[in-house]
C-alpha cells in the first residue's frame, strides 16, 4: 500500500490517526488528528513523532523506548496503550492508542505503523479522583474513633468481595470483568447485589460503606 493510499484511508476514519516508519518519522497524519492534537499535516509530516508528541507512556517509557515500531517489524501484536502528550497549544492530553502496521510498497518493502487514537482524558481524570476519593476513605478510616454499632446487612458472596475489592483498589469495571473473564452485564449485576446488601447506590458508595464496615 503507498503512503498516498494509506493516508486517504485515514482521512476517512473517524478516529484521530497518524502513520510512521521504521525510524518513527510521520508519514500521515489525518484531519481528526489535526483537530485533536493541533497539528496540521505540513508541520508534522516527516517530523518524528517522539520528538512532536513529548509522549509520557504508561506504564511504559516515551516512543523511542517502548519497542512498539521494533515490535511490528517483528511481527508482533502490540497491545494497545495509553499515553500522556503535549498539544500544539501546550496543553497536556491523555490518549489511548491502538497499532496497525501496513506495508509500504513504495518503501522498499518497509512498514507504516499506523496510531489509532482516542481521547481519554476525562476517563483519567474520573479514574484519578476516585483513587483519591478511596485513598481519603482509608486515611479516614484508619484513624482511631469511637467504636460504631452497624445495622447488620446480608453477608457478601465470595465473588462479591472480590469485586468489591478490585473496584476499591482503583480498577475500572471493563479491567475487573477482563480479569475475571465475565461479562459487563454479570459484572454489573454482582455490582447491584453489593448495593442492595450495603443499602448503597453506586459503586463508590458501596466501597465507602464497606471500607467503614471493615467488610474489605
Known sequence: MSTNRLAEILDRTADASFAVNREGVIRA??????????????????????DLLSCRTSPNPSCKQCGVISQCHRGATVPNYDTEVRTASGTLLWINVSII?????????????????????????????????????RQITQTPSIEERFAPILPLTEQEHSILKDIAEGKNPAAVA????????????????VNQKLGTCNRLEAVLEAKRRGVI
Open 101 to 137: 502496521a501496513y506495508p509500504a510498497e513504495h518503501h522498499g518493502g518497509d512498514l507504516l505503523v499506523v496510531h489509532l487514537v482516542r481521547d481519554i482524558t476525562r476517563q483519567k481524570e474520573a479514574a484519578q479522583l476516585s483513587q483519591r476519593l478511596i485513598e481519603l476513605v
Open 178 to 193: 477482563h480479569e475475571r473473564q465475565i461479562t459487563p452485564g454479570t459484572l454489573r449485576n454482582h455490582l447491584h447485589k
Open 29 to 50: 497524519w489525518n484531519r481528526s488528528a489535526e483537530q485533536l492534537l493541533g497539528y496540521s499535516p505540513s508541520q508534522v509530516l516527516n517530523t518524528p513523532c517522539a
